[in-house]
């Protein structure tokens, strides 16, 4: 079993910073593959970044990519997403999330825990 606890989120104007965290409990954490994902209201939840288990490789949205970094820290058992140049329809709930795979997945249905989710909202 793996337990998610993501942080960081919060009330930005457009064109700011977050650095949203999750930290990781339970199974080894280095074992598996991790991701971002965001769902706004009345929308599906879609991957916003997702890395594999080393942090060596790692996959972007077109709608986040130049603006978005996604890393891990694998001795803290925490993975990160750092998020710049903020626009309102970056606006939604974002969650992060593991794989049993140690490869990097981008399907939402492959992955197995989920945090609870963090609000992040930007201001036009």
């Known amino acids: 079993q793996v337990q998610l606890v993501e942080s960081g989120g919060g009330l930005v104007q457009a064109g700011g910073s977050l650095r949203l965290s999750c930290a990781a409990s339970g199974r080894t954490y280095s074992s598996y593959a991790m991701g971002w994902f965001r769902q706004a209201p009345g929308k599906e939840r879609d991957v916003v970044a997702a890395?594999?288990?080393?942090?060596?490789?790692?996959y972007y949205a077109a709608s986040v990519k130049g603006r978005f970094t996604i890393s891990r820290d694998n001795a803290k058992n925490t993975l990160y997403l750092q998020m710049n140049s903020l626009k309102p329809e970056d606006t939604a709930v974002y969650y992060c999330?593991?794989?049993?795979?140690?490869?990097?997945?981008?399907?939402?249905?492959?992955?197995?825990?989920w945090g609870q989710g963090t609000q992040v909202t930007v201001s036009s």
């Open positions: 999330a593991a794989t049993l795979s140690t490869a990097l997945i981008t399907t939402t249905r492959r992955y197995d825990y």
């Open positions: 890395i594999n288990w080393s942090g060596s490789n790692a």
